[in-house]
Every structure is written in C-alpha cells, then in structure tokens.
C-alpha cells in the first residue's frame, strides 16, 4: 500500500519541529532540560488531588466516567464565567467552552474561521504549536516582531491594508520571549481590530504566574461591550488553561468568546472528541470549589519567582558577554541572544552531549531569523540543577 499516495494535501504543510524530537531525549532524569514548557512536576498536589478524587467519585459516582456534553460541565463554564466577569464584563456560561487544554482550543479556532489564503498576524518569534496547529489551513502568516515589550503594535496597522483576519497574541510572559505587552499596545492592538473588523487570538496561559511588576487588563476586558440586553460581545477569542496552574496532565482549557463564535467551535469539538474528559473536568472543579486554586498559586509564585531569579543569576554569572535576555515578570521562559556568529542550533548536539537541553530560538520565527537566540524554560528544574545547567551551557559558549 503506498499511503503518501493517500495522505491529503495538507499533510504536507504539517512539520515535525524541534521540540518534539528534543522531548524524546528530555523526558530522561539525567537531562536537565531547559527545552519544553514543562511545570515542576515535584510541586504537583498529589495529596489534595487524591482527596478531591475521592470526593468526586462518592458525589458523582459512574455519572463523572460517562459521556458528557461537549460544552463542558456547567458548573465548571459558571465557575470560568464569573472569574472573568467584571463591572464592565460580564461573561455568561454561554460564552464558555471548556477544552482539552488550550492547545485543543487553538485548533478549534483555526478549523471554524480560517481557510487557505486567509492572512493572520502573528508574533515573530511566536508560540510553535500554533503555527502546527494552523499552517495546514493554508493560512498565509504575517509575521511582525516581537520586543522587550510585547508585539508591535504600530507595525500591524500597515498591513491592514492586506486585510487579516486575525492576530495571535500572547500579551502576558509570551512564548518564547517571556515578553509582557504594554498597556498602549494592548489599546492600540484593540483599536486596529474595532476598526478593521479583526479578530483577535488571546492566549493568556500565563497569567496567573506573576513574579514581578502590576498585572495589565487582558485584551478580553479592554475589548469587551454589553449592550443592552447584557449579552457579550468582543472581536477577542480568549483561550486559558488550567495546565500551568493546576497540572497538565488533566488537559482542560477553555475559550471564552461571542456566543456565535462559542456554536461554531462546539460544534467543531463535537467531530473531534465530542467532550473533554468528564473526570478531569469533575476534578478540576472539586479542586475550584475547595479554594485550592488560591491556596496553591501563592507557592507556584513563590517557586518559579526564585528559579527564574536563579536562571538569571546563573546566566549573569556564567554566559560569555555579548550575550543578552530578557527578564521576564512571570510565566515560563526567557529569551537569550547570543553573538551573531554563534548558531544555537548547533550548539545543542554539543549541549545534550553534556545532558543539557533548550530549544533554539530559530525554530519559532516565520523568517529565517533567530539563529544566534534560544528559549530557556525555569520553571522545571531547581536551582541547582539550574545553575549547573547554565554552567554548562556557558562553558559550551
């Protein structure tokens, strides 16, 4: 059977990065790896999950293990639905749909509004998985750099005359920079999709992980109108997860956005896995209605605030000069520019030959650029490790 002759066309635009083959070789505890946007498994809450499972299972019963309605548990759509409500924002469950993390929720929105020839600006160096999750859509990418300070958003206004129909964005601790978008940006950015009639993509994975700084209003609330009849609306399409700040391997995100925009993607996610996981989803709120969310947070600050602190400190004390990075107020990356004559791609077989792991910088830009840069993850390993890891990295350099 020759199935290449099989496979679609787009298959062709789906690629295997670098971060998928670097995960073979970081899942190895020998490795200390700086490559995947991993949480630290040690801080997982295994003893109040146990509890809370135990507690779903006497309330619920075979109910929590059985099919459920593909928007999600209304409960938990209610819980999501007020955390995000404000005087000015007033968010209903209708608005709310619940994921199997927010990687699901990306796809969702690449499948309902973009087809081949649409154009979407994105970040440059931007979030990989969304350029797998989209680039078989036949999307044309329009990419626009990223600083110190977010996306640029003075140099999207000229390539409207391209007319996008979206941007992507992450506005807080981006990935792969660890930039946070200013407030005159986040207006600015808004302003261009009230405008123009554009969407806006806000994946706001981080947000609740700040270690430094005052936290800025999403592009959600700056957006956001009621009218009269007190029902939403907004051109941002918000996707959030519980995978950084509760654990991953639950894998329930949500969207929160128009109720048209929410009928089209639930339908979308009936074809692809007619629900999220029903005792996940049971977990997750068991947890919520525990208070476990802001009991846990304040030691997830407190942890990945002294690694990236450590990450910094170590790269200060051992990477060469000439070389630079950001210094991220939260989430989990930062960013280093090395010398124009280093290559960090060829860097890395030497790095892993010292069991040593990071991703580098030019898998995640649209144009060729970012050779001589590299994502560093913190939040995985612990000081130690870390400066060891930094060490080892800087004698390489």
Same mark, same amino acid.
């Given at each position: 059977?020759?199935?290449?002759?099989?496979?679609? !066309?787009?298959?062709?635009?789906?690629?295997?990065?670098?971060?998928?083959?670097?995960?073979?070789?970081?899942?190895?505890?020998?490795?200390?790896?700086?490559?995947?946007?991993?949480?630290?498994? +040690?801080?997982?809450?295994?003893?109040?999950?146990?509890?809370?499972?135990?507690?779903?299972?006497?309330?619920?019963?075979?109910?929590?293990?059985?099919?459920?309605?593909?928007?999600?548990? =209304?409960?938990?759509?209610?819980?999501?639905?007020?955390?995000?409500?404000?005087?000015?924002?007033?968010?209903?469950?209708?608005?709310?749909?619940?994921?199997?993390?927010?990687?699901?929720?990306?796809?969702?929105?690449?499948?309902?509004?973009?087809?081949?020839?649409?154009?979407?600006?994105?970040? &440059?160096?931007?979030?990989?998985?969304?350029?797998?999750?989209?680039? =078989?859509?036949?999307?044309?990418?329009?990419?626009?750099?990223?600083?110190?300070?977010?996306?640029?958003?003075?140099?999207?206004?000229?390539?409207?005359?391209?007319?996008?129909?979206?941007?992507?964005?992450?506005?807080?601790?981006? &990935?792969?920079?660890?930039?946070?978008? @200013?407030?005159?940006?986040?207006?600015?950015?808004?302003?261009?999709?009230?405008?123009?009639?554009?969407?806006?993509?806000?994946?706001?994975?981080?947000?609740?992980?700040?270690?430094?700084?005052?936290?800025?209003? &999403?592009?959600?609330?700056?957006?956001?109108?009621?009218?009269?009849?007190?029902?939403?609306?907004?051109?941002?399409?918000?996707?959030?997860?519980?995978?950084?700040?509760?654990?991953?391997?639950?894998?329930?995100?949500?969207?929160?956005?128009?109720? =048209?925009?929410?009928?089209?993607? @639930?339908?979308?996610? !009936?074809?692809? +896995?007619?629900?999220?996981?029903?005792?996940?989803?049971?977990?997750?709120?068991?947890?919520?209605?525990?208070?476990?969310?802001?009991?846990?947070?304040?030691?997830?600050?407190?942890?990945?605030?002294?690694?990236?602190?450590?990450?910094?400190?170590?790269?200060?004390?051992?990477?060469?000069?000439?070389?630079?990075?950001?210094?991220?107020?939260?989430?989990?990356?930062?960013?280093?520019?090395?010398?124009?004559?280093?290559?960090?791609?060829?860097?890395? =077989?030497?790095?892993?030959?010292?069991?040593?792991?990071?991703?580098?910088?030019?898998?995640?830009?649209?144009?060729?650029?970012?050779? &001589?840069?590299?994502?560093?993850?913190? @939040?995985?390993?612990?000081?130690?490790?870390?400066?060891?890891?930094?060490?080892?990295?800087?004698?390489?350099?």
């Amino acid at each position: 059977m020759n199935w290449s002759a099989c496979f679609a !066309q787009r298959t062709a635009l789906m690629k295997s990065g670098a971060l998928r083959e670097l995960m073979k070789v970081t899942s190895r505890p020998e490795v200390i790896s700086f490559a995947g946007g991993l949480p630290a498994a +040690d801080l997982f809450p295994v003893a109040q999950i146990k509890s809370a499972l135990s507690a779903v299972l006497a309330a619920w019963g075979g109910q929590a293990l059985q099919y459920s309605e593909t928007p999600g548990l =209304p409960e938990l759509r209610d819980w999501i639905a007020g955390r995000f409500s404000l005087a000015r924002l007033r968010v209903a469950r209708e608005n709310v749909l619940i994921t199997t993390g927010a990687q699901q929720a990306l796809d969702l929105v690449g499948r309902i509004l973009l087809q081949k020839g649409d154009r979407v600006i994105v970040e &440059n160096p931007t979030y990989l998985a969304l350029l797998s999750a989209w680039r =078989p859509t036949g999307v044309e990418f329009l990419p626009v750099a990223c600083d110190a300070h977010g996306i640029q958003a003075e140099k999207c206004k000229p390539l409207m005359k391209l007319k996008p129909k979206a941007l992507y964005c992450v506005p807080n601790f981006q &990935n792969p920079k660890g930039a946070t978008l @200013t407030l005159s940006r986040r207006k600015k950015l808004v302003a261009l999709a009230r405008q123009h009639s554009m969407a806006i993509i806000e994946d706001n994975p981080y947000s609740e992980l700040r270690y430094s700084g005052s936290a800025l209003p &999403n592009l959600l609330e700056l957006d956001a109108r009621n009218g009269a009849s007190s029902e939403y609306e907004s051109h941002v399409i918000y996707a959030g997860t519980f995978s950084k700040v509760l654990m991953p391997g639950l894998r329930v995100g949500w969207v929160i956005a128009a109720r =048209p925009v929410i009928e089209k993607l @639930t339908l979308a996610k !009936q074809a692809a +896995d007619l629900h999220t996981s029903t005792l996940s989803q049971h977990l997750a709120l068991e947890l919520l209605r525990r208070g476990f969310l802001e009991e846990f947070l304040p030691t997830l600050r407190e942890q990945y605030g002294r690694r990236r602190d450590a990450m910094l400190e170590a790269l200060e004390k051992y990477f060469p000069k000439g070389a630079t990075w950001t210094t991220p107020e939260g989430g989990f990356f930062l960013w280093v520019t090395l010398p124009k004559r280093v290559n960090a791609s060829q860097l890395l =077989p030497a790095a892993l030959g010292q069991r040593v792991a990071f991703v580098p910088g030019e898998e995640f830009h649209l144009n060729g650029e970012g050779k &001589n840069t590299m994502r560093l993850n913190f @939040t995985n390993a612990p000081p130690a490790r870390i400066e060891e890891g930094i060490r080892k990295l800087g004698r390489l350099l």
